[in-house]
């Protein structure tokens, strides 16, 4: 059974740091392009970043770029979300997503999530 | 970063019923188009990819169609566990990008 949890979320002041992380299992991990998708309170779905299997390409969305960092390591089946300059749009749960399609959607970055952890609260506030 | 636009935004119908949800993009995303259900508190949950397959699991009173830049989900017959919001999704190209998402609510 395919299972993602995420962890790390919490409260955090405006221009703090975080280090989100997503534990897998059930799959080859290693063979599966990941994602970190964002949803605001009582709002809709922000693709954050994707990463591919082997980590050597990574992919941001232009609210995040240079601020969060996405990582993988592949003998702890586990991914990162390391986020810094935090603000307070950037309140929302984070869920990880692993894509459908293995790693054929690397090369852009764009995959669909067939599987999604349940989320991990990230709130920015003084 | 192509846009994508859901009707309505919300659909209110009766158990039984026939749903039909739209989703309109920006320019043409071809067939990369998915649609995934989320019920509160719950993560999404992939119905349909590429425009019309069924993901693994999913009943076939789901269905998806279109292609280039309008797309369809149709629930054939709503059963009470299918009242959600329902999101589209393009990977056309980076960003991935969602639709705002119909809420199925009960009439």
């Known amino acids: 059974e395919v299972q993602l949890l995420e962890s790390g979320g919490g409260l955090v002041q405006p221009g703090g740091s975080l280090r989100l992380s997503c534990a897998a299992s059930g799959f080859t991990f290693s063979t599966y392009a990941m994602s970190w998708v964002r949803q605001a309170p009582g709002k809709g779905l922000e693709w954050v970043s994707a990463i591919s299997s082997s980590g050597d390409r990574t992919y941001y969305a232009d609210s995040v770029k240079g601020r969060f960092t996405i990582s993988r390591d592949n003998s702890k089946n586990t991914v990162y979300l390391q986020m810094t300059s935090l603000r307070a749009d950037d309140t929302a749960v984070y869920l990880c997503?692993?894509?459908?399609?293995?790693?054929?959607?690397?090369?852009?970055?764009?995959?669909?999530?067939?599987?999604w952890g349940q989320g991990t609260l990230v709130t920015v506030s003084s | 970063e192509i846009v994508l636009t859901q009707s309505p935004a919300t659909l209110s119908l009766s158990p039984g019923e026939r749903a039909t949800l739209s989703c309109r993009a920006s320019?043409?995303?071809?067939?990369?188009l998915a649609w995934y259900q989320q019920k509160p508190g719950q993560a999404p949950r992939l119905l349909i990819s590429d425009a019309s397959n069924r993901a693994t699991g999913i009943p076939a009173r789901f269905s998806g169609s279109g292609s280039g830049t309008d797309f369809t989900l149709t629930i054939s017959s709503l059963e009470p566990e299918d009242f959600a919001v329902y999101y589209c999704q393009q990977r056309t190209n980076w960003p991935p990008t969602f639709g705002g998402g119909t809420k199925v609510e009960i009439k």
């Open positions: 997503a692993k894509s459908s399609l293995g790693d054929r959607c690397s090369s852009s970055g764009s995959c669909y999530g067939d599987y």
């Open positions: 320019q043409s995303v071809s067939s990369y």
